[in-house]
T-cell receptor, first 110, second 113 residues
Framework: RKEVEQDPGPFNVPEGATVAFNCTYSNSASQSFFWYRQDCRKEPKLLMSVYSSGNEDGRFTAQLNRASQYISLLIRDSKLSDSATYLCVVNSNSGYALNFGKGTSLLVTP | ETGVTQSPTHLIKTRGQQVTLRCSSQSGHNTVSWYQQALGQGPQFIFQYYREEENGRGNFPPRFSGLQFPNYSSELNVNALELDDSALYLC????????????FGPGTRLTVL
């Protein structure tokens, strides 16, 4: 079983739509959780950290459910510029490595 | 503040050759990690360096090796290149050991023919 699993998509949504991505992780001892965004042929960039209490940054909301080992990302009022691959990331057993999911592809259309 | 830089941006090699990729960490960051990202996959952890020592390693063979220098810059060396080594190689730095937020450079795209 992969350490981090995501639905690869693609998710095709119209501008203004709300879209949600989910991710599950296998290591119950993981302590740190992130969503990274990766544009085509570019490096991953940190979108937001995910906290147990949930957190929001503008149109983006991240949730963590430790009991179910499940992480989510909600994007409201999608913009064309949100089109990218969204990577779910969990720290490893050792703490120093990041385990990435394969990514979920989002395409926002006019 | 200078971000993470990597060189070269692109590289083409043939099977059996050796390659060295370079990374300069973000100002103030003393920990460097290397990742391999194959097409359509998420990045996979290769190893991490802290204070010029390898601090941890992923599931990669010994022909993948690295160095960190006193100025915290780093090199990734790959010997006996194989076709499957074709990938985007990403360097990430963080401000201290076990700092989980890592900041990535633009990557080096390696093609092995």
């Amino acid at each position: 079983r992969k350490e981090v699993e995501q639905d690869p998509g693609p998710f095709n949504v119209p501008e203004g739509a709300t879209v949600a991505f989910n991710c599950t992780y296998s290591n119950s001892a993981s302590q740190s959780f992130f969503w990274y965004r990766q544009d085509c042929r570019k490096e991953p960039k940190l979108l937001m950290s995910v906290y147990s209490s949930g957190n929001e940054d503008g149109r983006f909301t991240a949730q963590l459910n430790r009991a179910s080992q499940y992480i989510s990302l909600l994007i409201r009022d999608s913009k064309l510029s949100d089109s990218a691959t969204y990577l779910c990331v969990v720290n490893s057993n050792s703490g120093y490595a990041l385990n990435f999911g394969k990514g979920t592809s989002l395409l926002v259309t006019p | 503040e200078t971000g993470v830089t990597q060189s070269p941006t692109h590289l083409i090699k043939t099977r059996g050759q050796q390659v060295t990729l370079r990374c300069s960490s973000q100002s103030g960051h003393n920990t460097v990690s290397w990742y391999q990202q194959a097409l359509g996959q998420g990045p996979q952890f290769i190893f991490q360096y802290y204070r010029e020592e390898e601090n941890g390693r992923g599931n990669f063979p010994p022909r993948f090796s690295g160095l960190q220098f006193p100025n915290y810059s780093s090199e990734l060396n790959v010997n006996a290149l194989e076709l499957d080594d074709s990938a985007l190689y990403l360097c990430a730095s963080s401000p201290r050991l076990a700092q989980n937020e890592q900041f990535f450079g633009p990557g080096t795209r390696l093609t092995v023919l």
